[in-house]
């Protein structure tokens, strides 16, 4: 029978590490968000913290052991959920963070952010097959061909090569229900990449972050029907090789 996700056995690895990383992009963007057209409404500002995300029952691992940010100063955690049609769904937990990269001691860090900037995609045969923006503001600079103030992300090729080398990545990447969090992931970019939308077109600077966190928190740049129909055929496709795996 296959085991759970273990997140024990990665909640103390490093995947990344740069040294300069916080001062090379201006104070911390992943931590900061401080970018000069960034006047969100709803999603963090500049220079006010980020959104951490946990995926699939991460944030419930971390909660028992006292691990994250008191409900008491964050408010209660939200969940975002995608009924691809398995037996449960994909669930990402997201929850404000405002200790704007001084998080040592005071909380365990996601796995998106340990990973960040780079999400390896992991295949059905365990192989890492490439590397993607982590961060959905990286993966709209790359969109509108701008450059992300994380200039760790010129380095994808050298991570890429790195984690393709046999053991580079604890073995709990190889387990399958991060393949299809890592695939429906991959599924989401390329819908996202796809996506033109007339609102936006023509738009710049504040402008254009203004709509596009309208137009994103709606669910409007990206086909949320191709996404489930997509991670559906990924999940079988995976199931088929490595038999169930979503208890």
């Given at each position: 029978?296959?085991?759970?996700?273990?997140?024990?056995?990665?909640?103390?690895?490093?995947?990344?590490?740069?040294?300069?990383?916080?001062?090379?992009?201006?104070?911390?963007?992943?931590?900061?968000?401080?970018?000069?057209?960034?006047?969100?409404?709803?999603?963090?500002?500049?220079?006010?913290?980020?959104?951490?995300?946990?995926?699939?029952?991460?944030?419930?691992?971390?909660?028992?052991?006292?691990?994250?940010?008191?409900?008491?100063?964050?408010?209660?955690?939200?969940?975002?959920?995608?009924?691809?049609?398995?037996?449960?769904?994909?669930?990402?937990?997201?929850v404000p963070?405002?200790?704007?990269?001084?998080?040592?001691?005071?909380?365990?860090?996601?796995?998106?952010?340990?990973?960040?900037?780079?999400?390896?995609?992991?295949?059905?045969?365990?192989?890492?097959?490439e590397v993607?923006?982590?961060?959905?503001?990286?993966?709209?600079?790359?969109?509108?061909?701008?450059?992300?103030?994380?200039?760790?992300?010129?380095?994808?090729?050298?991570?890429?090569?790195?984690?393709?080398?046999?053991?580079?990545?604890?073995?709990?990447?190889?387990?399958?229900?991060?393949?299809?969090?890592?695939?429906?992931?991959?599924?989401?970019?390329?819908?996202?990449?796809?996506?033109?939308?007339?609102?936006?077109?023509?738009?710049?600077?504040?402008?254009?972050?203004?709509?596009?966190?309208?137009?994103?928190?709606?669910?409007?740049?990206?086909?949320?029907?191709?996404?489930?129909?997509?991670?559906?055929?990924?999940?079988?496709?995976?199931?088929?090789v490595h038999?169930?795996?979503?208890?």
């Amino acid at each position: 029978m296959l085991q759970p996700f273990d997140w024990e056995a990665i909640k103390n690895e490093v995947f990344l590490f740069e040294a300069g990383c916080w001062n090379g992009c201006g104070g911390g963007f992943c931590c900061s968000q401080n970018h000069p057209d960034f006047d969100f409404k709803l999603m963090p500002k500049t220079g006010t913290g980020t959104t951490l995300l946990y995926w699939d029952r991460e944030y419930e691992y971390l909660e028992k052991r006292g691990k994250v940010q008191p409900v008491s100063e964050v408010g209660k955690p939200h969940k975002l959920e995608l009924n691809f049609g398995g037996p449960r769904p994909l669930t990402i937990t997201h929850v404000p963070c405002r200790h704007l990269g001084l998080c040592d001691g005071k909380l365990d860090k996601p796995l998106v952010c340990k990973l960040y900037p780079f999400l390896p995609v992991v295949g059905t045969d365990g192989s890492v097959e490439e590397v993607l923006p982590l961060s959905i503001f990286d993966l709209t600079f790359d969109a509108i061909g701008e450059r992300s103030p994380c200039w760790v992300r010129m380095k994808a090729k050298q991570y890429l090569a790195q984690w393709q080398k046999p053991g580079a990545l604890p073995e709990s990447f190889h387990h399958p229900l991060y393949m299809l969090y890592s695939q429906a992931a991959r599924h989401f970019v390329d819908l996202y990449m796809k996506n033109e939308h007339p609102r936006l077109k023509g738009k710049t600077g504040k402008d254009f972050w203004t709509t596009w966190e309208f137009l994103y928190l709606g669910g409007r740049l990206f086909d949320a029907k191709e996404l489930k129909a997509r991670v559906h055929k990924t999940y079988l496709d995976i199931v088929a090789v490595h038999g169930e795996f979503m208890d």
